[in-house]
C-alpha cells in the first residue's frame, strides 16, 4: 500500500525559509517522478515542483527562484527547501507521484504551512 508522510510545515515570517519533507512507501519510489503540490484555502491543488529519475527539475512560476526540489533514493524521500517565503506560499503540502494536476496515488495527510508576521 502506498503511503505519503508529509512533514516540516509551520509557521514562518515573510522572507524566511522552511524544508518540506516526504517520506514515500509501497511503490518503487527510485523509479519514480515526483512531486510537491499544494492546496491554498478556496483553492485548487497546484503542481509547483518536480523532480525526475535523472533529477532533472520542474518549478511552477509561482516559486521559481525561490524553492528547490530534491530527492534521497536511499530513504525514498523527496524535500522542498522554501525561501524568500511570501504569505501566498500559505498553504497544505502535499507529495505524490507523477508531473500533473491528477495524482498516481491517494493523497497524504500533507503538510500545513502559514507564512505570516
Known amino acids: 500500500q502506498v503511503h505519503f508522510v508529509e512533514s516540516g510545515g509551520g509557521l514562518a515570517q515573510p522572507g524566511g525559509s522552511l524544508t518540506l519533507s516526504c517520506a514515500a512507501s509501497g511503490f518503487s519510489f527510485w523509479g519514480a517522478i515526483m512531486s510537491w503540490y499544494r492546496q491554498a484555502p478556496g483553492k485548487e491543488r497546484e503542481l509547483i515542483a518536480s523532480?525526475?529519475?535523472?533529477?532533472?527539475?520542474y518549478y511552477s512560476d509561482s516559486v521559481k527562484g525561490r524553492c528547490t526540489i530534491r530527492r534521497d533514493n536511499a530513504k525514498s524521500t523527496v524535500y522542498l527547501q522554501m525561501n524568500r517565503m511570501k504569505p501566498e506560499d500559505t498553504a497544505q503540502y502535499y507529495c505524490?507521484?507523477?508531473?500533473?494536476?491528477?495524482?498516481?496515488?491517494?493523497w497524504g495527510q500533507g503538510t500545513q504551512v502559514t507564512v505570516s508576521s
Open positions: 505524490n507521484v507523477g508531473h500533473t494536476n491528477a495524482p498516481v496515488y491517494n
Open positions: 523532480i525526475g529519475v535523472r533529477e532533472n527539475t
